[in-house]
């Protein structure tokens, strides 16, 4: 299984930055890093993906490391409507998903 | 684009009985994933089709479980012979199937076996 680590849970402020790390330094070649997010009752949420080169897009930006050992994905204002569970996940072989436990976010207002 | 549907969005059965979901996943993606997911726990990949063909199945599946996507459309999952192990909520996914398509996901059908 292709594994990441990230914290259990992470607390924000409302409108600020927030910064969610992830770990998978058993990284390959070809597995793209995607992020997810799931709200309570509801299946996950598609948020982000890339490979090699940071990538934004209207929800959030992906940072990756050079050596591709980890990924920030960042949102650049937190809203109450972003406290979720988000998933840190390698995509291998273009079919295979495992997910972790995630990363609990709690926005405060 | 009316996204991933589930059906039902819950099942209460009582042990030892067959339940069975059904996924209709967005109408031009190839594959289709099923997962398992339980209280405060990420999502467990169970099985992946392409298509008509069911490609792949976690050891997680025990051989009361099957998955069927008859004509590549719609997917069903059924449960024999229920445990209470076996409550959780089930996940259906869908993706285009191009190289590093996302994975869209349904809202998921809660089981509770009693």
């Known amino acids: 299984d292709a594994k990441t680590t990230q914290p259990n849970s992470m607390e924000s402020n409302e409108e600020e930055p927030v910064h969610l790390p992830c770990n998978h330094s058993?990284?390959?070649?070809?597995?793209?890093i995607h992020w997810y997010r799931q709200l309570p009752s509801q299946g996950p949420e598609y948020v982000i993906h890339?490979?090699?080169s940071n990538v934004n897009n209207r929800m959030a930006s992906l940072a990756i490391a050079e050596d591709r050992k980890s990924s920030t994905l960042i949102l650049h204002r937190a809203t109450l409507r972003d406290a979720a569970v988000y998933y840190c996940i390698l995509d291998r072989n273009f079919n295979k998903f495992y997910f972790g436990s995630g990363t609990k976010l709690n926005v405060k207002p | 684009d009316t996204g991933v549907s589930q059906d039902p969005r819950h099942k209460i059965t009582k042990r030892g009985q067959n339940v069975t979901f059904r996924c209709d996943p967005i109408?031009?993606?190839?594959?289709l994933y099923w997962y398992r997911q339980t209280l405060g726990q990420g999502p467990e990949f169970l099985t992946y089709f392409q298509n008509e063909a069911q490609l792949e199945k976690s050891r997680l599946l025990s051989d009361r479980f099957s998955a069927e996507r008859p004509k590549g459309s719609f997917s069903t999952l059924e449960i024999q012979r229920t445990e209470q192990g076996d409550s959780a909520m089930y996940l259906c996914a869908s993706s285009a199937g191009t190289g590093n398509s996302p994975l869209h996901f349904g809202n998921g059908t809660r089981l509770t076996v009693t």
């Open positions: 058993t990284i390959s070649g070809t597995d793209y």
């Open positions: 890339g490979l090699t």
């Open positions: 109408s031009e993606h190839n594959r």
